[in-house]
């Protein structure tokens, strides 16, 4: 069975045992983590590749939570890092002018209601909020409305970010793999 199908089964079996409220964690299939090979490591030399001038501590702690927290909320971790890549170009102080925080780029009113441990500025508190909120939206929406709406909302307007984040997951599964 594809690792795409058993992540649907797996997804569809958390909405069923949930009845359809937030995300529920997805055990992961050891012998699909196995099949992946796309480890913290790996996400640690992406993250500083674009970003060099990431400490070899704040790499570290980027790679374990995008993969940490992309295993629990059932998101591949590729995909997180193309999100991280495209909302902050894997800069943990980053901040937008309309008040976006950190590596995913969150807002604080949208993730407040999750009452996130810590405070949205350290790596873990919010690269796990960002994969919370992206591992709802794909299962609300599908892949493609799911990752359009992490920008846009409710309303999304256009395909432009959708692409900007398969370039860079496309970006990220090359350099994975070199």
Not at 50 to 69: F, H, K
Request: glycine share 8%.
């Amino acid at each position: 069975m594809s690792r795409r199908r058993l992540a649907v089964l797996g997804l569809i079996a958390a909405v069923l045992v949930s009845g359809g409220g937030a995300p529920v964690p997805v055990p992961v299939n050891p012998l699909d983590a196995l099949a992946s090979r796309f480890d913290a490591d790996d996400v640690t030399d992406i993250l500083r590749r674009v970003n060099p001038a990431l400490s070899s501590d704040e790499g570290r702690r980027i790679g374990a939570a995008v993969v940490r927290y992309s295993e629990k909320y059932g998101v591949d971790p590729q995909l997180v890092t193309a999100v991280l890549l495209v909302e902050s170009s894997a800069r943990p102080w980053a901040r937008s002018r309309k008040g976006a925080i950190g590596l995913m780029q969150l807002m604080p009113h949208v993730v407040l209601p999750l009452d996130p441990a810590g405070n949205l500025t350290t790596i873990e508190s919010n690269v796990e909020a960002g994969c919370f909120i992206l591992a709802d939206n794909i299962r609300r929406l599908g892949e493609e409305d799911g990752i359009s709406a992490y920008f846009w909302g409710s309303e999304i307007r256009d395909a432009s970010y959708l692409d900007r984040v398969r370039e860079a997951r496309a970006a990220v599964r090359r350099l994975s793999e070199s």
